[in-house]
């Protein structure tokens, strides 16, 4: 047994008093791990605070937190931090990084964890543990109503996976596709400034796939997605040190070209001339291609997942997803997921292998696809 | 800035006021309160220089900063109420529970399994 006077301690003896307090706390601390707590006599810090003001302050942590485990690590100090942080006024304010939790560290808790948040309403919880439930753990009843429950609250990822989900027919048959409740869907995300939901109008109204063709107006919403894309990116860069920088062309009559200083960025706008990076993946994207990576890639018999590296979504039956028309390589959940993975990666390995129609007897549109050139300001001919 | 002040003020008649008792404040907290305030209502500081200012206010000692958001909450200083709240926050970030409990001296320690 250590002394009060910590004799065991040597190294603390030469600072005196103040760490023979310390040295205490820490041995009854010990004491009282091994044994079963009883009432104690001397209140702690927190004790000093009414209940309103610990509130506040687990308010700010979960807000600010940038992994689960910050947020956890106080769930599991004590029984009145753990009743208070379990206050729905504090789990509806916890932030994308706090309820990102890992594929490999999935478990039973971290369910409850974020159903809790999600109803304490938390709209993001909602959203990701939606997303968990119906293409991950296959509840599709579960996950679609969490999904619906963050769009009726106009949560735009939400309304664009939903979207996704009537376009594909996710969960049921082929018969089951709503052509047009994706396009309403999306139409809703879209004007909240989801950029994918911008760009998967913009390629449905040029289509006229699930509402009436306009490809003027479908070339507008296209733009107007890589503009928020550019801005996005702009606005996070001003932290750091500035990704874009123009510099000068060596040949004169052409214009500036706006350049990534770090490192290699995705020639997202390249027609543009503009080099930037991806966005980061959503947490919710991000649980599923790490869900899927650790059961070997695949999602099931026969059934692929989006080549699209940063969206994750996998097929809920077979041939569900529609291949790259020109090489039939490769597999895309939405045409959003398609123009990008083109720009990304796609179109400097797509290579005409035959003329594929999709599965299920549906001719990819566009002739030029795959890899719509869909960037380019010049309007393909069709 | 203090809400608790300004009410203080409005609800006695200005020729009765000789002084306003806060009776759960100390003195060497209101003193820092008292800086909190004048530097703030200065306009001279631009808003960076503002926020690192906050940032050395605010890198005191936890038994301070506690007293601090008991004061702030007694003045009703929401500004400097979520400052402090804010610095506790990021004390706690990042410790295990273990840390968490010897920091802020907390006796009551019970493992818990439910929530990871």
Redesign the interface.
Known sequence: MRTRRGFCYPQTQPLSNMCSEFTNTHKRQKIMLSEKPTGEEDSDFFDSLPDDLVLSVLTKLISTATSPSDFISVLITCKRLNGLSLNSSVLSKASNKTLSVKAKNWSDSAQRFLKRCADAGNIEACYTLGMIRFYCLQNRGSGASLMAKAAMKSHAPSLYSLAVIQFNGSGGTKNDKDLRAGVALCARAAFLGHIDGLRELGHCLQDGYGVKQNVIEGRRFLVQANARELAAVLSNGNTKQPLLTWSINPFPNQPPLLRVTTGSGCPLLSDFGCNIPVQEAHPANQFMSEWFSIRGGFPGQGMRLCSNTGCGRPETRKHEFRRCSVCGAVNYCSRACQALDWKFRHKAECAPVERWLDEEGEHVPGENDGGVNVDEVVVLDR | MSKTVKDAIETIPTDEINSISLSLVRSEILTKVIEYCKKHNSAQMSDVDLMDWDVEFANVH??TL?DL??SA?YMNINCL??LV??K???M???????E???L?????????????
């Open positions: 936890y038994t506690f958001v008991l909450n109420l979520d709240c804010g506790i926050a990021d706690i970030k990042g410790k295990t529970p273990g968490i409990a010897k802020f001296d907390i006796k009551d320690v019970s493992t818990y399994e439910e929530d990871n």
